[in-house]
């Protein structure tokens, strides 16, 4: 951090994001912080709480960025299933692109620490509005988002982790699982 540059939240948020992007988010600690922005760790304490409050901090910010992605992705798109494909292509993208914004966003966040309607709950609108045309109720409708988001998890999370050896392209296996769900999807 250069002398005249003002510490703030804001600024101790980015830089952790960066580290998590960097090196992973395992390495967001309140030391590797502070020696990146040239201080000493107490000095983080003038600004946050600890090392829980900018970790709710960096999945704020991920999950927002993420969704504005996710927005982009889908906004030209009809309904249903287009729409769907849009999402889940570019959530893989996001994921796979940006694994350390990516994990930040997965964090669960204290629901006493931020707005009302959050990023992670507009992504989850935005897949329900995907779903508008299945006619779902709206227990159906929770169990169909939680079950694309775990899909999708799942698939990201098993290839960043190497599990996928086999010569066959990520893309392809992304698709016929969207379509597969898709297909299971159109039964309702």
Not at 28 to 33: E, G, K, R
Not at 152 to 157: E, I, K, T
Request: hydrophobic fraction near 40%; avoid cysteine.
């Amino acid at each position: 951090m250069s002398p005249k540059m003002n510490l703030s939240q804001s600024i101790i948020v980015d830089r952790a994001l960066e580290i998590a992007e960097r090196i992973g988010i395992e390495q967001v600690t309140m030391a590797n912080i502070a020696r990146e922005l040239n201080i000493k760790p107490p000095s983080l304490y003038n600004h946050v709480s600890g090392l829980d409050e900018i970790k709710q901090k960096m999945a704020e910010k991920a999950q927002h960025i993420l969704f504005l992605q996710l927005k982009e992705a889908v906004i030209d798109e009809e309904e249903g299933a287009q729409k769907i494909k849009a999402f889940s292509y570019a959530y893989y993208r996001f994921a796979i692109a940006r694994p350390g914004m990516y994990e930040a966003s997965i964090v669960a966040l204290d629901s006493s620490s931020h707005d009302k309607f959050p990023a992670d709950n507009n992504i989850v609108l935005l897949i329900k509005d995907s779903l508008a045309q299945y006619n779902l109720s709206e227990s159906d409708s929770i169990h169909i988002i939680r079950g694309l988001r775990s899909l999708l998890h799942g698939l990201v999370d098993i290839n960043r982790k190497g599990g996928f050896k086999l010569k066959v392209d990520m893309n392809d296996t992304l698709e016929k699982v969207i379509d597969t769900f898709l297909l299971g999807l159109s039964q309702y």
